[in-house]
């Protein structure tokens, strides 16, 4: 029996593929610290369950296809606070920001359309275009400039005929890089004189340290027409298996058409959607405290991959990940080196190769990419096995490049 | 700003796109009895609830991506109860039996390959197959056959080169016929000869009526490698609202190919699936008490129905849907009607014109699809109003006709 082109062409996921080694590892008595994946620990706000336990009809039934008016009233009033206003027919709750992606993916392109993206990028984007055929168009970013935006002309470059958007994430996942005003210009200038749409997916929108402000793609009038906000609560509240997230957007037009996608699927969870109305009612000094937790941890992690020599990589300040350059040829065969061959006292980590998260060829494959998500004494271990660990396979490495030369 | 010309072509819910005629009759007082959408009424198993409750972490963290063990295992004894055995890599839980549907069409066609599909059809199978550039291939099936298949030469004549598979629902929605077991064997057979994948949507698998014996597509031994069965907690526990699907194959490699998309969107959510292993946990008992009332609730609006001159439909044998012919034109315009112009003490019925049901230009036009999905006292008001409404619609469009030739 054959399968679709589309569907084999895709890669199995690069954060998950590794997960063997891990296993394995495990099964040898080696505790592993795992800085490959993106689940927080953070508490997941109470009122998400006390609203779950206290739904008290006795048959559960469908959801509006739309979403629950109290979720996108819930939503609304939190995008106030960013001084953003959607009205209620603007906005859709959608399985994830996985499925508003994919989503509004489907509502702009057609086979054989492309999309302008910044590698790296969050790898699914590449997974969700391939399974509709829309093309990754990549525009690459530098672990030298902290993985910011190349020049106008550089993106305009790759813009051709076939071009119906262009898809970022901010702050960026798995850079962790925060985009500053003038690039979010620079970006909207780009979409106003080439017609393209912007998805702008915003899910670490809390996540930003040491002062910096923030802009979303929501804040800038001239483009209202042509941005379409990606949300979720995974990330925001800690609370990845709600599969909660939305499409917000001025247009209209655009939201009547990815309604007919979720009327097609028919609804989101209802018990998932009422949890989640309480969500985002969470009160801001939670976010300061996650905040500031994230922060604490970025610092721990970053300063000791900076003991390292060749470790190139700019303090990032957003999300929750690192993207680092090392000092090895093959970042995947390093991964897999520390969880099949190195432990200190039992113990070591987890990383994610970055390869997965770049479109062009051979890109990334010195890059790993580390989530910050354990908590600062586990970090703080993990950060020194890491350490210790890279170093010692550099060294490994040299003294196998020298014998090989003798 | 420009839409996708995929998204642009697929037709708003000819199920939802009535509905503000409803609210404007419920506006106006009269109360509207709603045949219209397959929402039941039937309590969902306690245990479902229960589960929920009981979840104690602190944290929502994301599922695994094919489903968690606790609900494959669930599902895996439930198909033990039908003869069916599949391995746990053989079974992926989904997002509804909608992304059942979806990534699976996915997964066997590119763009311009087609599907065969028996018409009348799950208006969704339309929509889903639009959205990934896939065609509905209809072979139309008749009122006065109730709805069985053709002939196989008839089928097969419209399979071409870019024909993937078989997908039909058995029980049928919106038919509510039961293939008999010749009808499975013939599918099979066409299937074999024509290379094609067989997508079986067997969600109404319990909903079957008056002793007949029912054969699902799992049953076949000599197709088991190109049948893939489409299940779902919805319409079987009455637990529409939780959005759990599953695909089941014997055919491995397109399981892994499936979940790739499932990693793609990382998990389905982990409170609803944790309840879903409670449901399918529900005895056997519950089926026969449930099963009994759709029976005397089909048999209520069935006969209702047969009173009215010129109405054409067989008795279905499954699911909770009939289609009826009725001795109008245009059903769509008597549903309007019976929602704008008629009412008895106050009260209407409000039913689903079928066109939206077939992918054949102007078949289904003087059809309507009913759910009996209300309890039996309300049924048989809703029955005797429709029966009212018909009667007087159809010498109303009489005497328009007469004055017209006048």
């Known amino acids: 029996m054959k399968y679709s082109q589309r569907v084999s062409a895709m890669q199995s996921s ?98 054989g359309d492309n999309i302008i993206v910044p590698e790296p990028f969050y790898t699914n984007y ?81 996540f930003v340290y040491d002062g910096l402000s923030y802009t979303s793609f929501g804040n800038v009038k001239e483009i209202e027409d042509r941005v379409v906000i990606i949300d979720s609560v995974s990330k925001r509240y800690s609370a990845c298996g709600a599969r909660i997230g939305s499409i917000a957007s001025k247009n209209k037009g655009l939201i009547a058409q990815i309604l007919k996608l979720c009327q097609g699927r028919l609804c989101v969870p209802t018990l998932e959607q009422i949890g989640s109305v309480e969500l985002y009612k969470t009160p801001t000094s939670y976010f300061k405290e996650v905040n500031e937790e994230y922060r604490r941890r970025r610092d721990v992690l970053y300063n000791e991959l900076m003991k390292v020599d060749g470790v190139v990589c700019k303090k990032p300040t957003g999300a929750f990940y690192i993207v680092a350059k090392l000092p090895v040829e093959n970042a995947e065969d390093f991964v897999i080196w520390m969880l099949k061959d190195f432990n200190k006292d039992n113990e070591t980590v987890m990383v ?22 354990l908590n600062e004494d586990d970090l703080l271990k993990a950060a020194s096995i890491l350490k210790e660990g890279l170093e010692k396979y550099v060294e490994l490495k040299k003294s196998q490049l020298s014998s090989a030369d003798a």
Not at 27 to 54: C, M, W
Not at 77 to 103: C, P, V
Not at 352 to 373: K, M, Q
């Open 126 to 206: 590449n997974g969700f275009s391939q399974c509709i055929n829309v093309e990754v168009n990549p525009i690459t970013t530098k672990a030298e400039r902290g993985f910011h935006l190349p020049s106008k002309e550089e993106i305009t470059s790759r813009i051709n005929s076939k071009t119906k958007g262009i898809l970022l994430s901010n702050p960026g996942n798995p850079t962790g890089t925060v985009y500053t005003k003038e690039e979010i210009d620079m970006i909207g200038k780009i979409a106003i004189e080439n017609n393209l749409w912007i998805i702008a997916d915003e899910v670490y929108r809390e």
């Open 352 to 373: 994610c190769p970055a390869e997965g998260f770049y479109s062009t060829e051979g890109l990334g494959r010195d890059e790993i990419r580390l989530a910050y998500i």
């Open 14 to 111: 690069p954060i998950r593929k590794l997960v063997p080694y891990a296993l394995d590892a495990k099964s040898r008595g080696i505790k592993v610290y795992h800085l490959n994946i993106g689940q927080p620990d953070i508490k997941t706000p109470k009122g998400f369950f006390e609203a779950v336990k206290n739904f008290d009809s006795n048959v559960l039934e469908y959801a509006v296809s739309n979403g629950i008016p109290e979720l996108i009233k819930s939503l609304q009033d939190y995008y106030t606070t960013y001084d953003m206003h959607f009205d209620k027919d603007e906005i859709l709750i959608t399985n994830g920001g996985s499925e508003a992606i994919l989503f509004t993916l489907m509502a702009i392109c057609d086979p």
